[in-house]
Structure formats: C-alpha cells, structure tokens
C-alpha cells in the first residue's frame, strides 16, 4: 500500500476514457492517472501495481465491472472503487456498494461529480495508509525489532541503547521530567542479557530518606519502630536482573555513601543486620538534575559519579523530537482506549497538526495526559480541534488575569487573537489538504498574509498536505 497511490480508469470506449483521463488531469496534476481499455488489461495492472482509486465501466466485454471490483478488494482491501455506468438502476447501485465499492456514478458524467467522488476517495485511502503505518509502528513500540520513532535524534538514542545494553555496566540516564527516561531503561534491559530477569524500579524521591535504605536493602525484624517483620529490598529482589533507581539525584548524603559501597562491594547489608549477601544487580540510575553542578555545591559525590556514568545515555525533550508525536499520540491512545474498554478513536489532521505543533514543557507524560484526558471526553468519537479546545481551553477571566493579576490588554488580546487565528486556519487548512492559495480564497485574506500567520504561529503546514 503505497501513500502516493495510483488512479485507474477503465471503460472499453477509447474516447470516453480519454475523456475521464483528461478531466482528472486537470483537477488532479500531481496524481499518477492511468488509463485501462478493459478488464483484463486493468486486472493486471491492479495485480501488479499500487492503485488506490479505481473507476471503472460497469458493462464491459470479457472481466465486467463487476468482477473487477471483487479483484481490486482481494488484491487491496483499502483500494476505492468508484463504478461509472450508463445503465443506473438502484439494483446496480445497492449490489456493487453491497460488494464494497466507494462510490456509483452515471453517465455523461458531471465534473463536479467526478471531481468530488475522487477527491473524496483519495482522501480516505491516505488516511487508511497513515493510519496502517502508524498502527505498524505502534506495534513496533511493543516489538523486539524496532523503535518505531522517527526523529533522527531518537533513531540514534536507541542504536546507543541496543550498544549499551549488550554490555553489563552500570548506566547513568540523564534528560528533563517526563520526556521517557525509564522508558529508555526498561529498553537498556529488554535488550540486554538479563531480559528474561527481573526488572525492578524505584523512585528515590518519592521516599521519605528515613525509609528508602530500607526498601533498597531491606531491614530485618525489629531493626526499627515498627519493623514487625523483615523486608527483603530492591537489591536482593532484583538479584540477576535490572534495577532502575529514579530520581537518584535527589538521594541524600548517607545514602550516597551505602550507594557508593554498595557499587563497590557489590553486597547487600538489610538495616539492623549484621551479614552482608552477595547479589548480581544491574544499576540504571535516573536523574533529571544537572549532577555536574550538585557535585559543584558539595550535594553529590563525585566518586559516586563516576561509578553511576560508566555509559550515560541522554533522553531529548519531546520538543526537539516533534516527529516522534503522531506515533505518541496514536500509542497513548490506543492504549488509553484499552483501558477505558473503549473501541478505537481516530485524530482528524488538524488536531494532530495542533498537537504536534506544542512546546510539551512536561515531554511525554504531559502529552499522555492530554490524550488520555482527550479519550474521556471524546465519548468514543472522533478527536478534533473542537475537542481539543473544550479539553484545553481556559476560562474567560483566564485570559485576562494571570496569578489574579490583569494582563496588560496587548499581551491578553494577543493571544485571544492568536487562539482564533490558529483555530480558523487549522479548519480552512484541513478542509483545503494544506493549499495556502484556496485557503486565501476562502478567508478572504491575502496569500501572504496566511503565510505570515502560518510562520508566526508556528504551523507546520505539512500536516495538512496529502503527498
């Protein structure tokens, strides 16, 4: 299935194919048009080539119309057929749409007519294209082969992560909150040795310091007020696989030291106990924080350092990676309807256009919300631009005041005309595939004023385009 797909026209009249041939021509010059005198001639080029749209003669001698169309779904179930006939009758109509054809047209044709029926079927065999590619690189997320990102930065974070996993050191991952950190972790140990092990992590941060050496070496009964019972740890219960440990930056000085010796010594000593163990972990430590400059004010050890950073990997924040959002957002929400117990939801262009054009200060987990917070609201349906602003939209006084102060009436009417501005033009972009001298016509406004609007709100006008 090819995403520039291939018109055919079949009619076993010379002239009248012609005709239909230049017709399209004029309306479609930058599609591949191909004309075929009859049915067996078409059958071939279907079995052989890429057609994506197909007209086609309901009577014709040898293979008919109506065979043809069995073939082309057989060979191309996404393939859109539209059947062109001078004998209409509502039986012919109903049993060729019945058998999965797109469209019924009569002669003589109208261009208009013509026109709509093929522009409306191109449309919806890209779409089918898009939404297969990226539904084959969701899958890729959840397969051993690929990544299934696109940005080049992320193509080359991942050859670093299959270099780095075929090795037994430890890692040190370093990039902003939220942009995939453990993400990446969790592929250091899928693709390592230890795979088939144990793979544990523990967010450092989010334990009080007075309880984290306990959950990362355990402690034995009675070692501290309300000990009732011994607890084994990450360490010891990691034993042959992989240990992520979060947030290490924020860990505190003694601990540092228990960490330090631990990486060392290799051997795990519970609190209140007395004997060391021997355990065969692999540490991946975490950290969002610059630990060059915690080493600077004294707040991190530096021999601890370097015994974390024997390979670092860095993780990108999602805004120098915008490529990589389309396939997120169809990830997210494939996933989101999963869990909802919901059936399927699809992202028209402008939203994901929209979606893809956003700074995502909080990286990945902030676009996961978003989308999540999109499925609820969706009720099932389609997600567009009228969804996304009820999901993101502020209230009136918002725009105005800001920490319960007034803006000043230039900063709030610019983004309130900035808001309708994006708004108008992602709808006029939409409906136009992108065509900046139709959407010129239809606003009104001068073709290089919609330019000036596009660069200055940062639209990626490559969105809307069908290649």
Known sequence: MSDEP????????????NGIIRTLESKFADAS???ASGGEKADEIIRNGEVGVLLTDLRMPGISGMELLETALKYNPDI???????????????????KGAWDFITKPVERDELFHAVEKALEHYRLAFENKRLKNIVKSFESDQDSGFLSQSMKMLMEQVRAVASAEYTVLITGESGSGKEYIARQVHRFSKRKDQV???????????????SELFGHVKGAFTGA????????????KGTLILDEIGDISPALQVK????????????VGSSDSKKVDVRIIALTNRNLQQKIETGEFREDLYYRLNVLSLEVPPLRQRKEDIPILVRTFLDLTCRELGIDRIETDTG??????????????????????RLAVFSGGSRIDMS??????????EQSVKQEGKFRKYKDAKKDVVDSFSRDYLYAVLEDTKGNISQASRISGLERMSVQKIIKRLGIDISKFKIE
């Open 6 to 17: 291939l018109i055919l026209v079949v009619d076993d009249d010379p002239d009248f194919l």
């Open 33 to 35: 048009i191909m004309g």
């Open 80 to 98: 859109c057929v539209i059947m062109i006939t001078g004998y209409a009758t509502v039986e012919n109509a109903v049993e060729s749409l019945k």
């Open 199 to 213: 793979c544990n992590s523990i967010n450092c941060a989010a334990i009080p310091e007075q309880l984290l050496e």
């Open 228 to 239: 009732d019972r011994s607890r084994r740890g990450f360490f010891p219960a990691s034993d």
């Open 259 to 270: 960490l330090l010796k631990f990486l060392q010594d290799r051997e795990v000593k519970p």
């Open 351 to 372: 939203a994901m256009s929209y979606l893809s054009s956003l700074p995502w200060n909080g990286n990945v987990r902030e676009l996961q919300n978003f989308i999540r």
């Open 387 to 396: 969804l996304v602003n009820i999901v993101e939209g502020k209230k009136p």
